[in-house]
């Protein structure tokens, strides 16, 4: 399964990249597609700060990405990374009351908002105090409307960045400029570039139990961290969340439950949610899913007969991200070079080394049915051969107990 994601860079007057506008897409085609504004920003933001860690589409920018009314209302924004998301507010959005409020409150959080395809309506001056850019749509509006409103708002406007958007030529560049813009975004620049990702599905059965978990007044991380075990790819993409809503935190998280609480009831109650409604069409789990989950139970039984050598949790986590390279045609010090996990399983999935990266060799060679490393590895592990095939049995079925229910 893949993403596909348009990134088009807005410039500053030096035409220096200041951040990257997101817009969602359905595949190579550059344009938007023949869905809700609603639910392509929720695929988008699924897809590109669930999935992945956000750096690896952007680099050190900043994302602007389009917020309709009902998703600002409903606060799902809440669960994003402030220092890394612009939140644009669509030009159709009503300016009432209530996303007024809600505007106040994203700025109370730190969040920077912007007003796309800005209108120049005066029923947005009382929005003025709260927003950091404006949006002027080049093709829109005529020059002199757009000077017209810089002049008569000139007070209110003094600590808000004007962007001129859909700048095509140089002279319009220099016009906008002359203005008093200070960011620009244009196919005088760069028209959108199409990213195409390979992406991880998710078991619709474990996302509808977990979300059924986290919708109770009494909430059981024991249980909620079991169902978190049960599929490698909800799994990786809470630890992404986690990363990118760490604000900077260096500890890692050393388990699923510890990210769980370290999120709290609400973030986790709005990760959920925004996997849930993005994921209800997925297919059933791939035959990757299955050996994933067959890895990390075998690592986890191997590592209990090695007692202590390697805590239980971080073997079974070993296990069950060791086929991430190959689901999402990516290199793992690209995947998970920057996820808030234990060194030890890092280098074990990057580096190949340490107790967990011969854990991983062990039942590769099972898989492989290469019989003489296999009886070289359990010997070096000082376990029985009969005791590991039993083990290398039991975790295939857990796996398969685990995605026929």
Known sequence: ????????????????TYAY??????????AFPNISSEKATMTLLEEQ???????????????????????????IIDSLPANKVVIEILEDASPNETLLNSVINLKGRKFTIALDDFTMDPAWDKFLPYI???????????????????NAHQEQLEHIKCLAEKIETREEFEAAKE??????????????????????????????????????????????EKILNQDQSLAYKL?????NVRYGTSDPITSFKHAVVFLGKENMRRFISLVYATCINENKPSELSRMSLVRARFCELISMKRKGKVDQQD???????SLLDAMMDRPFNEIIGA?????????????????????IGLVLDYETMNWPRVKIRVQKLGIDEQEAIDIYLEANKWANTILSE
């Open 1 to 16: 399964m893949y993403s596909f994601v348009a990134k088009q860079p807005i410039l500053d007057s030096k035409m220096q």
């Open 21 to 30: 506008e997101l817009l969602f897409r359905q595949g190579l085609t550059n």
């Open 49 to 75: 700060f669930l999935s992945q860690p956000i750096e690896s589409l952007v680099g050190d920018k900043i994302s602007f990405v389009n917020f309709p009314y009902s998703l600002i209302i409903e606060g």
């Open 132 to 150: 950091d850019i404006i949006k002027f749509d080049w093709r829109l509006s005529s020059h002199e409307e757009i000077q017209s409103y810089i």
């Open 179 to 224: 203005m008093g813009f200070k960011l620009f975004q244009g196919y005088f620049f760069s028209k959108p570039e199409i990213v195409k990702q390979k992406t991880l599905s998710t078991n619709q059965v474990v996302v509808t139990q977990l979300f059924t978990e986290t919708i109770k007044d009494d909430t059981d991380y024991d249980k909620i």
């Open 239 to 243: 630890l992404s969340y986690v990363n």
């Open 315 to 321: 073997a079974f986590m070993c296990g069950l991200f």
């Open 339 to 359: 996820m808030p996990i234990r060194e030890s399983i890092k280098h074990a999935l990057i580096e190949k080394r340490g107790e967990m990266a011969f854990y």
